[in-house]
């Protein structure tokens, strides 16, 4: 989007929102909260934090696929130039880890060339660089899918995908001892180690977020009651899964879709100025926080102070946001002054 549109469109509150969703980032890979209350930390973070990553898929769905889900255009330019710079950023945040991961195993053990394509293709390069696929392939899937079926047709079946996948992550325990079905998954899981990807997971959200800009976004009591509503019942979901041993890994919920509809919603009747800075800035926390993180504890060591930055969950947290966010503003400004701006 150009950045007279961007200013007349007044995205704001996505803007900012994107800040809070990078942060939750962060609180994924550090438990800010684990030192002193474990049940708190997997309700912050385990539930609360997963709208983070379906926040930056329905993003990118709102902006790109309007075009090809409602509109119907054939012009794929759009399509080929969000590959391409999502591409790139994959690439070099790789190089960039690269160094770590191999060190910390992520291409050892089994057949090295079927690891090398599954972290690619699949699990990420490094661990919080999965996004980058499933953000490809889920827009594909998506593009592939709306050529073939009606608009209807094709959020049905990225709903039915999540359904798939759904079973593959918080509600394994429901069909892990049903052989035949549980032998499908383990199937699966030799090509890729979780069903939160580009094929079962970010679909859904990518539609979700293509097909906001088509709708009325109704009133801000009905989304906040309905955010409400179904964050409750996305907390008790996560209780009565966490009761019941059923998770392979918590990232989702049934709840998180209704979740998303109305945070979605409420973030978009923001009229607010939408700034460049800031998505700059949480794109650069998404790339760099788990280097502040290996910086933190490496510096921990290196003081005597492991106690205090890595021990202390809260405090751990904070130094790497710290860092993130300062680290990350100044690679936002060079960017944005390399451009020649920093607002739209």
């Not at 119907?72 to 391409?84: A, G, H, R, S, T």
């Not at 190089?95 to 090295?112: E, F, Q």
């Not at 990225?158 to 049903?178: A, P």
């Amino acid at each position: 989007m150009n950045g007279s549109a961007d200013l007349k469109q007044a995205y704001g509150g996505i803007d900012r929102f994107r800040i809070i969703a990078a942060l939750f980032i962060v609180g994924i890979h550090t438990y800010p909260l684990a030192s002193i209350n474990g049940v708190a930390n997997f309700y912050l973070i385990h539930v609360l934090g997963r709208v983070a990553v379906p926040f930056f898929l329905m993003v990118t769905g709102y902006f790109l696929l309007p075009r090809y889900l409602v509109e119907n255009e054939d012009d794929i330019q759009p399509l080929v130039k969000f590959i391409k710079k999502t591409g790139i950023i994959y690439v070099l945040a790789t190089l960039l880890y690269l160094p770590i991961s191999i060190y910390a195993g992520y291409y050892s053990g089994g057949d090295l060339f079927v690891t090398i394509l599954r972290n690619i293709i699949f699990d990420g390069t490094f661990y919080h660089l999965w996004y980058l696929p499933a953000s490809i392939i889920g827009v594909l899937m998506v593009f592939a899918l709306r050529r073939v079926f009606s608009l209807p047709m094709t959020f049905g079946i990225t709903v039915l995908l999540y359904i798939v996948g759904l079973f593959g992550d918080n509600y394994f325990g429901v069909i892990s001892g049903i052989p035949l079905i549980r032998n499908v998954y383990d199937i699966g899981f030799e090509f890729f180690s979780f069903t939160r990807n580009g094929l079962f997971y970010a679909p859904v959200f990518l539609c979700m977020g293509g097909m906001a800009k088509s709708k009325k976004l109704g009133k801000i009591s009905v989304n906040s009651v309905g955010l409400v509503v179904s964050l409750s019942l996305m907390v008790f979901e996560g209780y009565m899964l966490q009761r019941n041993y059923f998770s392979r890994h918590s990232s989702m919920y049934i709840a998180l879709l209704p979740c998303m509809f109305f945070l979605f919603n409420l973030l978009l009747i923001q009229r607010a100025r939408g700034s460049v800075l800031l998505r700059n800035v949480s794109m650069w926390v998404f790339i760099l926080h788990p280097l502040f993180i290996i910086v933190v504890r490496g510096l921990a060591r290196g003081v005597g102070l492991t106690h205090l930055l890595v021990e202390n969950s809260v405090v751990h947290f904070f130094a790497v946001c710290v860092l993130s966010v300062g680290g990350s503003v100044f690679c936002a400004v060079v960017y944005a002054r390399y451009k020649g701006r920093i607002y739209e």
